[in-house]
């Protein structure tokens, strides 16, 4: 009888810790859940409150797959990816953090990047487009450059955010979590990556899809 009275409050305890965790894992988070407010407080300063900011440098996120953010916060954690600010944030998250940050972010919709300044230069973006179709990166990132899985989207991405990730692979500065993007940019002269990142920053999959 004491036991049974004992056990039945710690079993019911167990029970309501366990409800959210087993919900959380059925459905996708929803706007209302403790990542979208965490995220308002930690992330939304630099990455924007819909992912997308106005912060140089500093990667939109809107649109961005679970997969890849989840390994990307994994590589900052681990100071494997050099950034101090993610890295210091980073730091501060358990895996249950990784997990509910990237799949908030992966809820935020991709959105159009606002219409550039002055209309794109067509030359460079020909150029741009060869180089994207001779170095594949349409193969991996999709035909839309929308990516998949741990292949990040690159459409809707800002332009010098772009321009400073691709000299970080072709350096070496960032290693990836694959050999992918070093072995895509090795053979790329630096001066081509700027305008990869131009045509990307840019691309919208119906003016500018693929030829065969
Ligand atoms: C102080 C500004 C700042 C804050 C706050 C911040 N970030 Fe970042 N974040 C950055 C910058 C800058 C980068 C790009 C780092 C680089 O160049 O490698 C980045 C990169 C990322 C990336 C990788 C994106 C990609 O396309 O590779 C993810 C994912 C990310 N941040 C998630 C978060 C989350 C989740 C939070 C909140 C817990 C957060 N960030 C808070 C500045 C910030
Ligand atoms: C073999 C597949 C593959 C090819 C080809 C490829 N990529 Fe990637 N790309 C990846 C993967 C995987 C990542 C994630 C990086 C990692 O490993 O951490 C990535 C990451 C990136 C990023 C970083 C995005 C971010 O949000 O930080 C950019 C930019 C990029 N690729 C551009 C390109 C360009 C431009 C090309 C063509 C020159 C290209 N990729 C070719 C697989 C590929």
């Given at each position: ?174 290693p990836g979590y694959t050999m992918a993007m070093g072995e895509a940019v090795g053979r790329i002269p630096v001066e081509d990556l700027d305008t990869l990142a131009y045509f990307i920053a840019r691309f919208a999959p119906t003016v500018a899809a693929p030829r065969k």
């Amino acid at each position: 009888m004491r036991l049974r009275a004992s056990l039945k409050p710690a079993l019911a305890s167990v029970v309501m810790l366990l409800l959210p965790l087993v919900a959380a894992a059925q459905k996708p988070p929803a706007a209302g859940n403790a990542y979208a407010q965490r995220y308002a407080a930690l992330c939304a300063a630099c990455h924007g409150a819909n992912g997308r900011n106005d912060m140089a440098l500093t990667p939109v996120l809107a649109g961005q797959h679970s997969f890849y953010a989840i390994t990307q916060l994994f590589l900052f954690r681990e100071g494997r990816r050099g950034n101090e600010a993610m890295s210091a944030i980073a730091k501060t998250l358990n895996d249950t953090d990784l997990r509910g940050f990237s799949d908030y972010i992966a809820t935020l919709p991709a959105v159009p990047a606002p219409p550039p300044a002055e209309p794109a230069d067509a030359t460079r973006m020909a150029k741009g487009q060869a180089l994207a179709q001779e170095h594949k990166c349409f193969a991996c990132h999709g035909a839309d450059l929308s990516g998949g899985q741990q292949v990040p989207r690159l459409a809707q991405q800002r332009e010098d955010y772009l321009q400073l990730v691709l000299q970080e692979f072709k350096s070496g500065k960032r290693p990836g979590y694959t050999m992918a993007m070093g072995e895509a940019v090795g053979r790329i002269p630096v001066e081509d990556l700027d305008t990869l990142a131009y045509f990307i920053a840019r691309f919208a999959p119906t003016v500018a899809a693929p030829r065969k």
